[in-house]
């Protein structure tokens, strides 16, 4: 089956530290990766994707980097502020051959950050 | 430019009293999904429409049921709202392609009495 783990929060950072949160996939078939970010009391908004492998997705100096051979899709910033602070779901979605799954996702648990000044 | 629109955003119901929550979009797209979240969890996917053909979540209480009526419209039915379905509700919507994004709605927190 499909599944998307990530690294374990909550992460707290000051403002202007570089920022990781690790995640990895297991997926059959030909997954695309997303990182959607949820703020307090609002719906999920997509951050960044990448659709095939060495893809790199970039968004509001966010980035990743669909890495096949790691099976991984870490999400990077250089310099967070206190504005970042939110949770951060990597998702995929799988492409079954001969069928659809109709864009459904798989997410990870969510990674909480809180960014100090 | 609101593009997916959910209402309420918040609803009050009591224990057993039916609720409807609706979705709206200006996407045009084929599919819509209704999510459960509650705290900072996943999404957890309750059913989804492509056009009119509804997909069903294996693990999905019938106690929650949906209806779209048309491309733009999609209702999640709670018959009868027990404690644990205290929750937020995302609708979301998509093309329903590997590659395509989900768009999602700002939510609607339930609570139930």
């Known amino acids: 089956g499909n599944s998307v783990t990530q690294m374990e929060g909550p992460v707290t950072l000051s403002e202007e530290a570089f920022l990781t949160i690790n995640c990895t996939y297991t997926?059959?078939?030909?997954?695309?990766l997303f990182w959607y970010v949820q703020y307090p009391g609002e719906g999920l908004q997509l951050l960044l994707k990448?659709?095939?492998?060495?893809d790199k997705g970039s968004n509001k100096g966010f980035e990743a980097t669909y890495r096949k051979e790691t099976t991984s899709f870490h999400l990077e910033k250089g310099s967070v502020q206190v504005s970042d602070s939110a949770v951060y779901f990597c998702?995929?979605?799988?492409?079954?051959?001969?069928?659809?799954?109709?864009?459904?996702?798989?997410f990870g648990q969510g990674t909480i950050l809180t960014v100090h000044p | 430019d609101a593009m997916v629109i959910q209402n309420p955003r918040y609803q009050v119901t009591q224990f057993g009293k039916p609720v409807t929550l609706s979705c709206s979009q200006t996407?045009?797209?084929?599919?819509m999904y209704w999510y459960q979240q509650k705290s900072s969890q996943a999404p957890k996917l309750l059913f989804h429409y492509y056009d009119k053909d509804f997909n069903n979540e294996a693990d999905t209480p019938d106690n929650f049921q949906s209806r779209r009526p048309n491309t733009s419209f999609c209702f999640l039915d709670i018959r009868s709202p027990g404690l644990g379905d205290a929750a937020m509700y995302l609708c979301?919507?998509?093309?329903?392609?590997?590659?395509?994004?989900?768009?999602f709605g700002p939510g609607t927190r339930l609570t139930v009495l």
């Open positions: 979301a919507t998509s093309r329903g392609t590997r590659t395509d994004e989900q768009f």
């Open positions: 998702a995929l979605s799988v492409q079954y051959a001969g069928g659809t799954s109709y864009g459904k996702l798989t």
């Open positions: 996407l045009n797209h084929n599919v």
């Open positions: 997926a059959t078939g030909y997954p695309s």
């Open positions: 990448a659709t095939k492998a060495d």
